[in-house]
């Protein structure tokens, strides 16, 4: 499953943690990504790959724009 997902520059993703892995890919713009205890800044064409479990989240340093694959699918983001 893919999703896609819009960031303003400044817009902060709380810390959290799900069951599902997922892999993140930054398409356009800047972010600081905090997986466990690492702050990682990830730029335009890099990614990073969240385990199961494990508690991250993210600040938008400029505008971005970001696709996402999970595993397993995420119920919770079907749209019927």
């Known amino acids: 499953m893919f999703t896609y997902f819009v960031f303003e520059r400044g817009q902060e993703i709380s810390s959290h943690s799900h069951t599902h892995e997922k892999l993140t890919l930054i398409l356009k713009g800047e972010m600081q990504f905090k997986l ?45």
Do not use: F, L, M
């Open 36 to 80: 466990g205890g690492e702050i990682k800044p990830i730029k335009a064409g890099e990614g990073v790959a969240v385990p199961s479990g494990i508690e991250h989240k993210a600040y938008a340093v400029t505008a971005v724009k970001v696709i996402e694959s999970w595993n397993p699918v995420r119920i919770d983001y079907i749209v019927s």
